[in-house]
């Protein structure tokens, strides 16, 4: 076993303990396994981390903070953690792990892929929220914020303990917070690159490419956020040519005055950095001077859209700024 592709465990018994018996599914993190316990016989769910990861720091703490979040709960709509080691080597490599209950139905995504209308009814929509809501109460009653909350991180099980009957149960802490027990979590931006290049999604950081289509072709580059990288426009428009058009994708509003300078038509940034708080009396006094606000901009040729975002940054909380998701349409000039 090495530490490059994703190992197939099957058949093989892990920690002297758990018989792995088949993959249940895979992400852009790691695996779950079905396994069997060699001495009760319990079957239960493993979930591995990817080997390229098991040495990333963030990635095994991800690990550990989904085990101790979800340990700390007490409600049977969380998912029960059995087992948890991060510091297990299987044949000389690394191979962090968690144990948790084997859950037998459907992710929530799943079920609302086989529904023709693609939504809940009412009354299954009233029971999801229900149940899902003393989840999440009992996550918050002890401090602990889920932040990864979608369909597919909500699974409907049977519940062997009530004659099988359905039942709602919260998945993946791995992202969760602990009120006043840690900084922000999931900083690593090597882990974020990682996870979503494993499902697929090109992440641009001062880099770019040509798109084309039947109606021409335009530059797309991104940069990385000056906050915890290294910016930098030029490498991101290396391969461009002078006279196509250029759309530059940039965390921070902050890089638009490069951006003009270098003839970039278009940037599309994420978000104000603070400007989830509008206090519309005191606006002009309090934001500092050259602040963008969210909308569209110009500066001589170039332009800037700034979306106001659906979450928070450092102060968490939106004041006088609903969320905002923009869907943006090109057009070529007439």
Known sequence: MTGGPRPDLTG?????????????GKGGMGAVWRVQHVESLQALALKTIDPALAANPEAVDRFLREARAAGALRSRH???????????????????????????????????????????????????????GRALAAAHERGIVHRDLKPSNVFIARDHENDGQPIVKLCDFGIAKLLGDAPALGSDAGLVTHLFRGEGINVLINEGFR????????????????????????????????????????????????????????????????????????????????????????????????????????????????????????????
């Open 78 to 132: 969380v998912t029960r953690i059995v087992d948890a080691q991060t510091g297990y080597v299987h044949d000389g490599v690394p191979l962090p792990f968690l144990v948790m209950e084997l859950l037998e139905g459907r992710t929530l995504q799943e079920l609302l892929d086989l529904l023709d209308a693609g939504r809940l009814g009412a009354g299954q929509l009233m029971w999801v929220a229900g149940q899902l």
């Open 211 to 334: 798109f084309e289509s039947r109606r021409g072709s335009f530059w797309i580059a991104g940069v990385d956020d000056h906050m915890v990288g290294k910016t930098d426009v030029r490498a991101s428009l290396k391969g461009s040519f002078p006279d196509e058009m250029k759309l530059l994708l940039a965390h921070n509003p902050i890089i638009f005055r490069e951006a003009a300078r270098m003839n970039v038509d278009l940037t599309l940034s994420g978000h104000t950095h603070g400007g989830q708080i509008k206090l519309r009396d005191d606006e002009k006094r309090l934001l500092p001077r050259r602040r963008l606000k969210a909308g569209l901009h110009k500066r001589r040729n170039a332009q800037i859209y700034i979306t106001r975002g659906i979450g928070t940054v450092v102060v968490p909380m939106r004041y006088q700024c609903p969320p905002e998701i923009s869907l943006l349409e090109l057009r070529t000039a007439e």
């Open 12 to 24: 093989q018994i892990l920690d002297r303990r758990f018989r792995v018996e088949r993959l249940l």
